[in-house]
């Protein structure tokens, strides 16, 4: 019986986690790159155009959360709901309303848009983009000023341990844990204004875990342990957005601008 105890236990460790918030002007950027540029600087249309945003997020707001997998939105798990609720309902009278984008929504407002697989980046780009467009414009739809967008994945490897000899019978195969299963889940996110597209905050996170398997139950080991890292990575992002980010963000947005140098 301990064997067969020891090839379900597993650990879960924090790895880490990573988090970054913007609340820049876009006219001063471009002001003050006027203004150190020796050579009066010119910038092209294209460029001042991709610069001129400025941070439109205001608190209490309607605030989506979309769900992106292989590059293309879609509908959030409940699984995966239940821990956005669990983080961002504590929140929400200091913030205002957390609404998942809604896939039904987006594609009366933007349907169609498969991407060509002639090229696998060109592909790629495609994917991005007629997601980000279909994420805008469900979002316009639903009257939301900002959307955080997230995406999660996992891999997993296995090594033998020195039990890998019982394999060699038939009872050995089927109960002593003779594989350790590695896995790392990772979840990223990005908080955008909906109405011009600034980016306000990313966060990306990571976790591990490892399990006992036996060599016959391998790959079914390292599936439930791939689902379960990025559940837990999905579940410690919105804790970040939720206790680091938005706290951060709605901070900097509230203070006052500082005066210009030499002012």
């Not at 089927?174 to 889940?185: D, E, F, M, Q, V």
Request: include cysteine; aromatic fraction near 8%.
């Amino acid at each position: 019986m301990r064997l067969l105890f020891c090839s379900i236990l597993f650990v879960l460790t924090a790895v880490g986690c990573e988090t970054s918030i913007q609340t820049t002007s876009g006219q001063e950027y471009l002001d003050r790159s006027v203004a150190l540029d020796a050579n009066d600087f010119t910038a092209s249309e294209e460029f001042q155009r991709a610069a001129a945003v400025e941070p439109l997020l205001t608190f209490p707001a309607r605030i989506g959360v979309a769900r992106l997998e292989n590059g293309q939105l879609t509908d959030i798990p409940a699984a995966e709901i239940d821990e956005w609720e669990q983080a961002l309902a504590p929140i929400a009278a200091d913030y205002g309303e957390f609404v998942p984008v809604n896939l039904f929504i987006a594609d009366l407002v933007a349907p169609g848009g498969n991407a060509s697989r002639t090229a696998y980046g060109r592909y790629r780009a495609e994917l991005r983009q007629n997601a980000i467009r279909k994420i805008r414009l469900g979002a316009a739809r639903q009257h939301l000023d900002a959307v955080i967008v997230y995406e999660s994945y996992a891999a997993s490897d296995s090594k033998k341990t020195q039990l890998a000899l019982a394999d060699l019978t038939l009872i050995g195969a089927y109960l002593t844990p003779s594989r350790k299963i590695n896995a790392t889940g990772a979840a990223a996110a990005l908080l955008f204004d909906v109405r011009n597209g600034y980016p306000y905050g990313a966060t990306t996170v990571s976790v591990e875990d490892d399990k006992r398997s036996t060599a016959f139950s391998e790959n079914d080991t390292k599936t439930s342990l791939e689902d379960l890292v990025k559940a837990q990575a999905v579940a410690k992002l919105a804790g970040e957005i939720a206790t680091d980010m938005l706290p951060r963000l709605k901070t900097e947005l509230a203070a006052p601008e500082a005066p210009p140098a030499g002012g």
